[in-house]
């Protein structure tokens, strides 16, 4: 076997492990009148980033006010079905948790000043990522 070819086949199967590893988990909505209860406790402690961050997200990708609980709920203006949340959130793991280099789900972000920082803990990749505004 050429080189190439083993390089080619050590990177193919170190993506398939990485997919096959990282599996976060879907969120809990509970709608509640015309408001819809967001439980983010699970997803926040398995993507490694703050409750109040992936709840900013949500309120702006929803254009909805909001009000972060105890205990990892938000509670947001307006009634979201649980797939329109989920699919929210998977952006947001887009946007703020897998690496722009590497693909890898192993990252971690640190707030300095004003600006977000996510630092990539598989390849090193350290990189701004934008505000939510």
Do not use: W
């Not at 390089?7 to 819809?36: C, H, M, S, W, Y």
């Not at 000043?113 to 090193?124: H, W």
Request: net charge positive; with cysteine.
């Amino acid at each position: 076997m050429e080189y190439e070819d083993l390089i080619d086949n050590i990177l193919k199967e170190k993506k398939e492990n990485k997919a096959d590893r990282f599996n976060p988990p879907e969120v809990d909505t509970q709608q509640i009148g015309q408001k819809t209860v967001v439980f983010l406790d699970k997803i926040s402690k398995y993507i490694n980033r703050p409750v109040n961050h992936i709840s900013k997200f949500l309120m702006h990708e929803l254009t909805a006010p909001g009000q972060i609980d105890e205990g990892g709920k938000v509670t947001l203006g307006g009634r979201f079905s649980r797939k329109l949340v989920n699919d929210k959130i998977q952006l947001y793991i887009k946007e703020f948790v897998i690496c722009k280099q590497c693909g890898s789900p192993d990252t971690h972000m640190d707030k300095i000043d004003k600006n977000y920082f996510v630092k990539c803990l598989g390849c090193g990749a350290e990189y701004p990522v934008g505000r939510i505004k």
